[in-house]
């Protein structure tokens, strides 16, 4: 209730408000609209906080709220264990809140990698089959070691994993050319896509100052990212649309800059369909001081909103090293039966045992090596002191090579590749 002192007559408190809203208000932006109510004392790792608010909050209370929403968005770090062990944690509550009426969407798969998830759901598929027939390698780059548990706990409850991320071929057409530029094949393929948004210009220009592009336009590097952002947003509305998806909810799981601050999917899946979402993220705060090699040279531009509805405080942790690698950058052959080291590391354990590059690499321990996720499968089983057998095809003849497998160092390959 609102006091007025019997000293003021009523009129007068009345004219007040009156002069109060005709006076000129000055524009000074107050506080930080990222962070509103900026926690005192400092946060420390483990803490979560509601950033619209600043109330600290426990996780069961963060994945009570989440429950509540249709779509709920995660923006992982790619190479943190952390960030990866949060979004399992939120799968599994979110699973609890919504028995047989939760699915997961994944950035790190294309809409063509459905059937082998599907496959997989079913347990058709083992893992060796499933990172065979999804291409894992190929495609996503990243150790499998970081997604495993959120696979298999999805597979194990039966719990519908979406694809949402365009084809890589599309990708690389819309980085070098303009819509009007592609075919009618090409253009068919595309969702409707969104250039206008001045805060996903404003991130793209600040990656790109720091980015290796190769030549790349900005204006490609700007049309890449946007679609990316719609064909995501446009997979995760049409499964909610759909016959299987209509009575789901969904967890969506993608990099940070696809979900940030709500100009990424969100906003691009909520202009398809207006539906009850939440975000959530982590900020690592510690476990940085050995991570600069990761980090870009980035000055991002100052949002005028919140980054996340719920921010986790979390460990730049390191994934456990499981395994040993061969030390040599492959491809497969053109008859498809082996694989190429394009390139051996310097003191790297193929090059103590006398790989050369160029050598066709036929077999591990007798299996025969068709892509490189034969290889890699067969090195993640492996641990320092063991052996492998390798037959090698090198200038029409074929020998067998015994290497033996030493703890690796650091002799990563200049290549986006999982080094070997």
Known sequence: ???????????????????????????????????????????????????????????????????????????????????????????????????????????????????ALDRWIAGKLDEKAFLKESHWYGSWHMDFDYYRDLLIFARDQKIPVIALNAEKDLVESVLAKTPDQLNTEQRARLPKLDMTDPYSRAMVMAYFSDHIHGGMHLEGFLRGQTLWDETMAESVTRYLSSQAGKEKHLLVVAGGNHVSSGFGIPRRAFRRLPVSYLSIGGQEISGLANKKDRMMNVNLPEFPMVPYDFLAYLDYEDLPQTGVRLGVMIETAPTGKGLVAREVAPDSNAERSGIRQGDLLLTVDGEALADNTDLVYALKRKHPGDHVILQVKRDGKTVSVDVLLQASGKEHLKDKDVPR
């Open 1 to 115: 209730m609102i006091r007025f002192s019997t000293h003021l007559p009523l009129i007068a408190v009345l004219g007040l408000f009156a002069l109060a809203a005709c006076c000129p208000v000055g524009n000074e932006l107050m506080g930080d609209p990222r962070s509103p109510y900026p926690l005192q004392p400092p946060p420390k790792v483990g803490e979560i906080v509601h950033l619209p608010t600043g109330t600290v909050v426990s996780q069961a209370q963060m994945l009570s709220v989440a429950g509540d929403a249709r779509i709920v968005y995660i923006g992982e770090t790619h190479d943190n264990p952390a960030s990866h062990r949060l979004e399992l944690q939120v799968l599994k509550a979110l699973a609890e809140i919504h028995p047989g009426r939760q699915a997961l969407g994944m950035e790190m798969f294309s809409r063509s990698q459905q059937p």
